[in-house]
């Protein structure tokens, strides 16, 4: 059991462990396939990471990226970081979206970032607000579809 800020995350919801880092299938992903990379200590902001953890923060999100991508048929990837309250940051915990990317997923390509955004009342794209929390179930069959490509064993 992993902290994602005041969040308890059950096991069956991650599908990725590094050293310092694990992936979380999302609660409300604006696309299929958009997980977080978060880190095992709790801390809010990408500074407070020791350089180790920065490091291993960025090389799950590469190794992660490159099966998101294929495995949700993606041609290109959007990575974001909410780095604090005023940067759109809605969970005080450190973490990295990944969210795979198609041609013509959202008319103007840069809306993704105002469903990111999940205070936005004037968004543009398909459903930010009213998005509702997936099930558990949900969650966990999506985390043991990923789980098998990687090798956990910390
Ligand atoms: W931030 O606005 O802090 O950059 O992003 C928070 C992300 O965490 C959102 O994508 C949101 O859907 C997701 N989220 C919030 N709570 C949980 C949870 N308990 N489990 C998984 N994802 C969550």
């Keep these: 059991m992993f902290k ?11 599908f990725y462990k590094s050293t310092y880092c694990f992936g979380l299938v999302n ?21 407070d990471l020791t350089a180790e953890e920065a490091v291993d923060m960025m090389l799950s999100t590469k190794k992660i990226s490159a099966i998101i991508e294929k495995q949700y048929q993606g041609s290109s990837l959007t990575f974001a970081m909410q ?6 940051q809605t969970v005080p915990h450190v973490h990295m979206h990944i969210i ?14 105002e469903d990111l955004d999940q205070r936005n009342k004037h968004k543009k794209g398909p459903d930010n ?5 997936r099930s558990a179930a949900e969650m966990k069959e999506e985390a043991d579809f990923l789980r098998v490509f990687f090798n956990n064993d910390e």
């Excluded at 607000?129 to 929390?133: G, V």
Aim: charged share 30%.
């Design 4 to 14: 994602f800020g005041p969040n308890l995350i059950p096991e069956t919801q991650i």
């Design 27 to 47: 609660l409300k992903p604006i696309v299929a396939g958009h997980v977080l990379v978060v880190s095992k200590r709790l801390v809010t902001r990408f500074n």
């Design 83 to 88: 780095d604090g309250p005023e940067a759109g």
């Design 100 to 113: 795979p990317r198609r041609k013509g997923d959202y008319a103007n390509n840069d809306d993704i970032y």
């Design 129 to 133: 607000e009213e998005r509702t929390p």
